[in-house]
Structure formats: structure tokens, C-alpha cells
């Protein structure tokens, strides 16, 4: 195919660049910022950590115990950096007053008469011609230039110490089966609705788009209530995961089944007939045919549902408790911002940990999600 | 052996009827073809044979049995749809071996039967892909391949040919002729709306209108004597010339009137009290001969020729009448007629269709009944 340059593909290119930058930006920033040291980060925009940064720092030297003497001068050696992190010296100073006034390798030349050399790597070399005397080292100030550092610090920090793996296990544990348990009941579901005759088949399918419209805020304090009296006359917990899972069920009963009776429909009337005439029974006909040919559609609804399920604060925060055994990863997100609301390490660490899964989703399944918003578009 | 007889059918989609109290009788070994034009009620009648559609009212019976009220898989038929039909995520082996899996058939003689099937009909290369990588000629093989593998007694195929080609389409026909001669047990039943494929493959035609049926016969039979002007309309390419007649003298050899000045010799016994009646007259294109002025022919004006090399066809209007070409003739080789001669026409003798009123065939000046 030719690609054609004309106005409104021009516009509709730089739409969607428009749109990827917009997406691409955030999360980018937030990949970067959870890998950076949480000094760097409080500090400085995440952009500045990909390139050379130039920093100022105060350092000391050693004091008169570590003093060296050779034919009689007195020697101070060391390096200024307790550790390589790459950094290099640009220029140092020895007072607060004027902390570039020395290039490096240069001498600075003190009152009392003793010299200091720094070199690039931190090395310092001080030398006098008098014994050292003081027990502390002397402060140097230093500018250097620091290389872009990444630590994985953060996210030790945040899945084992905060708490955040924990929940992200319980999120999974949560939307596994509230994403698999209406995919099986709903793809029954659609099936009778549209291959069974049966009474009041167009009532129900009326009824189930009805309900698609309801929001599902209304329907969360019935249900608990039901939870909770159920809970106290069989004395179980009333917040549980078998609990989580119905609710998801029930609020993605409609839109599932929905979706592929929609898809469903669209599979050819003469297919399945002559699978009757082969001597299929329905159940033969929908294990042998029509779910192998509703894989993307189950793909890219399984898609829709865990996403839902796995990015929902709302039915999580009601549906269960705020042990450390049940807690999703959504409610585990706001509590941290409450009490490590200054700790930007951890926050960025733990979204980014949050939008690991939809991102991988995303990515590996792409192919069905496009395929299934298209479905039925096609005949297969 | 398997007849399917059917007596007093009928079948409504909500208020409209589609069969209307149909009875025949499908002979067992034959080869029949239902045809008729879109939306007559052919498609539902084989679907009602098949067990796809409900029966309203009235009784099918195959191999003298009523299967009325069984599910398809044991009435002992195998359907082939017009659009293949077959399941896209299977191979070609699997698309056969469906049924007889479903059967729990033993896996050694499933494969003897796929392997006979695809035998017969050349596609034992084919077993291993997958429907989208076969052409429509293939496909609709594999679909046929899928009825045979059941070795059901009766076939019923849905205007399997109307999604191939034409080149494919012959090659298919003649294939499917065979396909009967090779299987001289089963029954075959094929819907179709080209009269083509019906007057080629089948020993008896059914045809159909408007849910109720016109004639049954063989195909020679519907093309010499067609009962009603339906049946004479839609067998025969180019159709039947049909004029509307007065009846002028009475007696032996009768004469017509057409228009105002035109007589034409009736060949038949009218009586008086037949006399100023206005019927049809139906001739077929290819039994219209250029011929001299006499008392057999008829004049008309030549609207425009279609030269075909083998033979002609030469539209014309009759003298007297408004229309612009009321009569197709096909004249063998090329005629030196061009737009706007004035040529007469004769009626060769004894292929001349009468009908009244109401469309019935005459014959002797008698209705059929």
C-alpha cells in the first residue's frame, strides 16, 4: 500500500503522536524515577539523571593519624569518595567561600603554608612541611561530575519491607478468578443466547444489556449487607476472597456476556448447522467449535476484565479487609501515600510495580486486543 | 434404499406462509433437483427434510419411516451448505472425521472412510491443511467429502455450486453427476436456482414457486410439455416466447388472433363456446423458423440481433403490438437480418405451448388437470 501524504493523515500522525508522547512521558518518568537513588530523586527531575550532572559536595580528609612522613615532609594521602560511583572532579576549594577556586591537579596553597593537590578520581595528596596537628582532616569542597546512577534499592525497599509484594500476590490472587470465572460462566451464557431457542430468551438478552448501565456503586452496600448476614449466620468471615471474586463475577456478568454474544452471533448460522447434521449436540458444538473459534474474543475480553479487576480500588477496598494477608495492591498504593507521602522512592517504585502487569498484558497480548475490539467486524 | 415422501408440508415464518401443503415423493436412487426462484421455499424445504426447520404442519418420511420429530443425526442424511460450512480450525481430515468422531466411530476405521472419501473425490493431498489455504472448488469438495465420509442414504446439497466460478461450476457439475453414478444407493436431493444445473444433473425436477409446486417430472418432460406457464417461463435459456391469444375460428386446427390483424393457425380442437377467450400462446425461441409470407407465419419487426456465431438471436416485435421485443428467436448460424426488417416467422409444427387464463397447459383443447 502507498502511503498517501495528504491533510488529514498528516493530522490524524500527529494525533497519535500526540497521544503516544502524552503516554509514553508519565511512564517513562516513572520507570526511571523508581530506579534512582532516593537522594538524586528528592533533588532533581527524573530527565536530569540520564546524562553527566554536575555536582557539589563537601568532603574531609584524613586528620594527623593517618600522616605519613618522607624524607622530612609530612604526607596526607587518600581519596575523598568512600566510594567509585564514577564521579570526577572538575574543581575543588578549600574554603565555603570559594569552593571552584582550584582546577584539578592545581596546588591550593594554605595559611600555613601546606599544599593540597586533588585529582580527578578523588585522589588528594596533602603535603607539609610541619607535622600534622589536628586530629580532624580538613573540609574539601569538591564540583564534580556525577554519571547517571540506578539502584534497585527502591524496589527491595518497597515488595519486602513495604509491604507491596505481599499485595501484589493478593491482587493476583483476586483477579485470576474474578477475570476466569465469568469468562466460563458468561461464554456458556452467550452461547444459549445465541445458538438455544428457549422462553424468554430475548427478555433476558434485553435485560443483560438493561444492566449494563447500572452503575455497580449502587449495588456495592446491598451486597455487603448480604455478605455480612450470610457471613454472621454461617459465622465465616464476611470479607474474603471467595467474596471478591463472586462480586467481580456479578458486576462483569453483563459486559461479558455481552461482548460474546456479540462475537457469538457473528460465527457463520451454516457452520453450526452442519455441525448439527453431523450429529453434534450443543455441547459437542460449543467444546468443539465455538470456543476454539471465540479465542480472541476471550483473549481480548479476559484482557478488558483483569485489567478492570486489577486496576479497581473501589469493590477491593469494600470486599476485603486491610490485613496484610488481603490487602490489593490499589488500597496498599493509598496507604503508602498516607503515611510515605514524602518518600518519592517509594511511591514511584510501587506504581511502577502496580502497572507492571497491564503493561506486560498489554504488550503480549496486543494482537488479540486489537482483533477482539474488531470482532465480528469480519466473518471468520 | 431411501424415498422420502412428503405429505401436506407447510411451514410459516410469522404471518408468511413459505410452504404451502406441498406433498411429493423423492424416488429412492434418484436424483432430484428442487429448483425455483429466490424466496419460492426451496431452501427451507430441504432444510425441513435435513431437520433444521420445524415442521408446522404435515409429515416427512425417509425410508418409509417419520422423522419429523428427529434431530438431524438420525435421519440418516448428510447436508452440503452453499457456503462450505466447514469448521475453520480443523484440518481437512478433521472437517471429515467430525461426524464419525462424534459417533465414537474406532480411530483405524474413521481414517479408511476419510482416506475412501477423499479417494473418490481427488483430495487425499489436502488432508493436512487447513480450510483457508484451499480454494472454493476445493472447499466445496472437502464439504461434499464431509457428506460421503457419514455414508448417509440420502445427500442433500444447498445451491452447493452457486459460490464457485463458472469454469468451476461446470467442472463441479459434471464431478457431482459422477459422484451419483458412483454412489448409485444414495438418494440425492440439490436445491438450486439455475435451471442449468438442474436440467444437467437431474433424473427428476421439482419445481417451485411460492411455496407451492409447479411441476414434478424429468427433465425432458418439464421442457416439452411444461404444465403451466411458470414452468414454461423459467425452464429454457432464452425463456418461452409468450403472446396473449384470442381464440378467432373454431374446430379442428383453430385459429388464434394476436393483436388486430394477426391469425395464426392453434393446431388444436377449440369449441364454440371457446370462442373470443383470451389465451397464451408460448413458443420456444429455437422452434421459430424464418419462412415466406403464408398462412402459418406471422410478421414482425426486428428490434436487434445478437450475433453469437453458432446461432443468432433475433429480437423482434409482432406486428400490431406496443411492446418493443415480445419474441426472442434463435436462428441457427449467422442470418442476414439487421434493426428494423420486417421478417416473418413460422411456429415449427407441434411445439406450440396453449395455456389459459390462469396459466394451465391445454392440450387438445382440454385443461390439464
New interface residues.
Partial sequence: MKFKLNLSSIFSQLLLLFFVILWITPTFGLLISSFRDKDQLAISGWWTSLINTEVSEIHRTKGKNEQSKENEVYFIRGNLFKEDKGKKILSFGVTSKNINAYMVGEKAVLKDKSEIVVFENGDYEWRSENEFKKKKGRRIFITAKSPPSFTLDNYKEVLFEAGLGQAFLNTIAVALPATLIPLIICSFFAYSLTWMNFFGRDILLATIIASLVVPLQMSLIPILTIYNDLGALFNIEAKSFPGIWMAHTGFGLASTTFLLWNFMKSL?N??L????????SHY?TFV??VI??SIPAFASIFILQFLWVWNDLLVGLVFLDKHPSEIILTAKLKELLGSYGENWEILTTGAFISMTVPLFIFFSLQRFFIRGLVAGSVK? | MAEIQINSLNKSFGKSRVIKNVSLCIKSRSFTVIVGPSGCGKSTLLRMI???EKIDSGEIKIAGKSVNDL???DRD???V???Y?????MTVFNNMA??LK??KKSKIEIKERVKEAARILQIESLLDRKPKQLSGGQKQRV?IG?AIT?NPKVFLFDEPLSNLDAALRVATRIELANLHDSMPDATMVYVTHDQVEAMTLANQIIVLSEGQIEQIGSPLELYEKPQNLFVAKFIGSPAMNIIPIEIFTKGINSFGKIGEKLKISLETNFNSSDMGREIYLGFRPENLILSKKDENSFSARVSFVESLGEYALVYASVEGSSSDHDIIAKVLGTPKISKGDQVSFQIQKGKMHLFDEEGKRYVNGKKQV
Fill in positions: 457463520p451454516e457452520m448447522e452442519a455441525a448439527k447434521v453431523d450429529g453434534a459437542d468443539r467449535i476454539p473459534l471468520g | 435435513a431437520g433444521l434431530p438431524p443425526k442424511i448428510a447436508m451448505f452453499q457456503s460450512a466447514l469448521y475453520p480450525h467430525f461426524g462424534l459417533e464439504a464431509r457419514r
